[in-house]
């Protein structure tokens, strides 16, 4: 985690203040708040930033929760946050189900390319209950 958390911090200090960076940090809050969360930071410039969030008791997947920071436009960057499908709800119906989408399984994501809020605490909501889910 110590090398995770210093790339995430180096990542988080270069990145220019701005919508999607602020959704982005409140999703990373939400995300640290599950208890017993292990994270996890993939950079890929130009392609994503990833904030993964995996649970030492789920079986058989590497995570509940993909944060990715879409990064084809360092100017225009946006998120989408994705689950497997079966672990959490969608009640506004405001993911997009891709089938197979989060490694090779089916998925469940939101794209967020602005800071609205009521859209950004309905994707913290997502995480917690992946989180709950994973934690089982």
């Known amino acids: 985690m110590e090398n995770t958390a210093a790339e995430l911090e180096a990542f988080l200090t270069g990145w220019e203040s701005c919508d999607s960076k602020q959704a982005f940090l409140a999703c990373r809050q939400a995300l640290e708040s599950v208890e017993g969360v292990v ?15 995996s649970h030492p008791a789920q079986q058989g997947r590497d995570l509940f929760a993909l ?13 989408s946050v994705c689950f497997y499908d079966d672990m959490i709800t969608d009640p506004d119906e405001q993911g997009d189900w891709v ?38």
């Open 39 to 53: 994270l996890g930071f993939k950079a890929r410039p130009g392609i994503t930033y990833s904030l993964r969030g």
């Open 67 to 79: 944060i990715d920071v879409i990064d084809d436009d360092p100017e225009q960057r946006w998120l």
């Open 99 to 136: 089938p197979g989408g989060l490694m090779g399984e089916d998925a469940r994501c939101f794209n967020v390319d602005e800071l609205d809020e009521d859209l950004v605490a309905y994707v913290a909501a997502r995480i917690r209950e992946a989180g709950a889910s994973a934690a089982k």
